[in-house]
């Protein structure tokens, strides 16, 4: 298993900036298994008034394994998002439902 260093990163209120993406709701669909723990989530976000209305919407997450992305109800390409062993990002984000 992967799991953070012990050596947290340091949040300065300096450096704080408001987020660019609000979220309204999150469903989560848990199923935990013997070998495994497979996770769903659905959220509803929508970009803050004060994002930028091109930047790209990231996630942080460690140590997961995307099975699946989807934007408005439809499935993303590989060259649409970009996941690394930190963050998921979203490079176009569109107004509607996302998964």
């Keep these: ?3 953070r260093d ?3 990163k340091i949040n300065y209120l300096k450096d704080y900036r408001p987020p660019e993406f609000l979220i309204d709701s999150i469903d989560l669909y848990i199923n935990l ?3 495994e723990t497979l996770v769903t989530a659905t959220l509803s976000m929508r970009r803050a008034e004060t994002g930028a209305k091109n930047n790209p919407l990231v996630l ?3 140590a997961l394994e995307l099975r699946e992305i989807g934007l408005n109800d439809t499935a993303l390409k590989t060259d649409d998002y970009r996941v ?3 963050s998921l990002t979203v ?3 569109t107004s ?3 998964r």
């Design 1 to 3: 298993m992967l799991y």
């Design 60 to 62: 942080d997450g460690q």
């Design 84 to 86: 690394d062993a930190e």
């Design 96 to 98: 509607g439902r996302s």
């Design 6 to 8: 012990a050596q947290a």
């Design 33 to 35: 298994g013997d070998e």
């Design 91 to 93: 490079f176009s984000v």
